[in-house]
């Protein structure tokens, strides 16, 4: 199955410091885009996967569960600390939990995490009838697209398939164990007006991890996809700022044009 236009992978080789970008369930690398190239475009090694059973129709989704998720990236991580020196990793939503378990695993091989409305737990109580219900149904709604920006859309799936919803709940439960293996400095940026995740993800994350370097940042004019949103410009800020504060000199000012000389690899 080809990959949608747009949501491809991403890589840019820069210097010795790398960033991994995680995205979210359902997404693609588009919504991190526009994160990858500015921070490309500031000297950094970038690499922003596509997820197995993403950017192509839900349907591939069904046969896909977090062990091919979390395996993707922790490959991409290997890969990029073989590259760089120091390596940070980041993501959105789920992407948040899998950079925190990426985290949590690989100890001083990571640097720093940055997690963007990081997903925690599934809430209410379809999350209790998902090991028979996704026997019974394929699919239900999709979650992509809470933007406040507006003309602002994210290129992810119109329907959640829920055999990979199940699979997500049980990476959620492993991953929340892991939290307090989480050492690393800690960047997190949340919406209040998030109408996918919670604020209380967030709220569980930062009571459960053991990063004594941590700051909270709120996104008051943004949705759940804020890398998108109104307050897109500042996360990317702020990120670069977090690895420039523990990774001295690894970022610069842009040069004209260079976050668009990153690569991109159709399926």
Known sequence: ????????????????????LC?????????????????????LTVALPLLPGHGTRWQDMQVTGWQ??????????????????????????????LALRLAAKHGEGVSGVVVVNPANRMHGVAQHALPLLRHLVPATKGIASDIAKPLSTELGYDRVPLHAAHSLRAFFR??????????????LLRSPRDHVVPPADSARILG????TDVTEILLEQSYHVATLDHDADRIFA?????????APGSTGEPESGLGKEGTTAGG
């Open 238 to 246: 702020e990120s670069v700022a977090f690895i420039g504060r523990l």
């Open 1 to 20: 199955m080809s990959v949608l236009p747009g949501a491809e992978p991403y890589r840019h080789e820069g210097g010795e410091v790398g960033v991994l």
């Open 208 to 211: 459960r991890v053991s990063s």
């Open 68 to 97: 091919d998720w979390y395996a993707e990236v922790d490959r991409e991580l290997r890969l990029l600390r073989e590259r760089c020196a120091r390596v940070f990793v980041a993501g959105l939503s789920m992407g948040g939990a």
């Open 23 to 43: 995205h979210g369930f359902t997404g693609s690398p588009q919504s991190l885009r526009p994160w990858a190239e500015y921070l490309a475009a500031r000297g």
């Open 174 to 187: 492993l991953a929340d164990g892991d939290l307090p293996q989480v050492t690393q400095p800690l960047l």
